[in-house]
């Protein structure tokens, strides 16, 4: 029994800072994806011989998996990161300022707030992408995108110094968060066979999971909440020009975006504090670099 897999994988570990790369904390990096890897396919086939499948079925099924996985290839990127959360909350009273009326809710205002940080992040992260097969001059494909992620962020003294000014209860607020990004997406391009750069452009939307800790005026609760893109095509987009290819690697400059700010976002806080309740979060996420604008990923041909 043969297996087709319709979606491909492509497994972004988000941005680890380090300052030195050593040839034996590569070689470990590489045996353990292959050794997670054939785990998995060895856990795949012992699940094929639980549902009834026959050995020569299972080792079928299994020498598919384990060839999928083998598409994989290993390869480093280099790129500014900016993130984002927009939050909004309800506090007693109506027509507060820089607030709007609630809805359904007299006598209570929505307000909101932004937090982002003040300086963009740079760091050197790790990709699993599938080796890139030529279709002719114009490619499609179908893909899927999962990202995990470190979020964290605080609103600034002078933003909490403006939101007393205003009248607004709100003097502190901070988030450590843990999230699982989900982004099915489908991807175009131009991919002459001429000395000409591929282009490619990725569409689709955009879901997270996310795990962690919020505190509002330094009182904190452990939170769980998910929010989804409000678009089908916008939630993710990417652009990559291929500079080169050598083999199945190769060296391209990229920017992205994610976002998943659809209608008022997921419940972000569970607590009533000073007044104010009904905290809804969305997020957002820009990658970009140095090099106008670009960040720079290296797939290189291996294994």
């Not at 998910?226 to 990559?240: H, M, P």
Request: glycine share 10%.
């Amino acid at each position: 029994m043969l297996v087709q897999t319709p979606l491909g994988l492509e497994e972004r570990m988000e941005r680890w800072p380090f300052k030195s790369h050593s040839r034996w904390a590569s070689s470990w990096l590489k045996l353990s994806i292959v050794k997670i890897s054939q785990n998995l396919a060895l856990l795949l086939g012992v699940l094929t011989a639980s549902f009834g499948l026959g050995s020569r079925d299972s080792h079928a099924f299994v020498s598919s998996v384990w060839n999928y996985l083998k598409q994989y290839q290993f390869g480093v990127d280099y790129a500014s990161t900016n993130d984002s959360m927009a939050v909004t909350y309800d506090v007693e009273g109506a027509n507060r300022s820089a607030c709007s009326s609630a809805v359904d809710r007299p006598g209570y205002s929505t307000c909101n707030v932004e937090i982002r940080r003040s300086t963009p992040s740079s760091g050197t992260g790790f990709v699993l992408q599938q080796a890139f097969r030529r279709q002719g001059n114009f490619y499609f494909k179908p893909d899927l995108s999962l990202g995990v992620r470190y979020l964290t962020g605080e609103l600034t003294k002078n933003e909490g110094q403006k939101q007393v000014s205003l009248g607004l209860p709100l003097k502190s607020l901070s988030y450590s968060l843990a999230a699982l990004v989900v982004k099915p997406y489908i991807q175009i391009g131009i991919t002459p066979k001429s000395r000409w750069p591929d282009l490619l452009l990725s569409l689709g939307p955009a879901m997270q999971v996310a795990l962690g800790q919020v505190g509002v005026n330094d009182e904190k609760q452990y939170v769980a909440m998910a929010t989804t893109s409000d678009s089908y095509f916008f939630g993710f987009f990417e652009v990559e020009i291929v500079l080169v290819r050598f083999g199945d690697g190769a060296f391209s400059l990229f920017t992205s975006t994610d976002n998943t700010h659809g209608g008022k976002g997921t419940r972000f806080y569970p607590k009533t504090v000073d007044g104010m309740d009904r905290f809804y979060a969305t997020s957002k996420r820009s990658i970009g670099g140095g090099f106008w604008g670009y960040g720079l990923k290296l797939i290189l041909n291996w294994p």
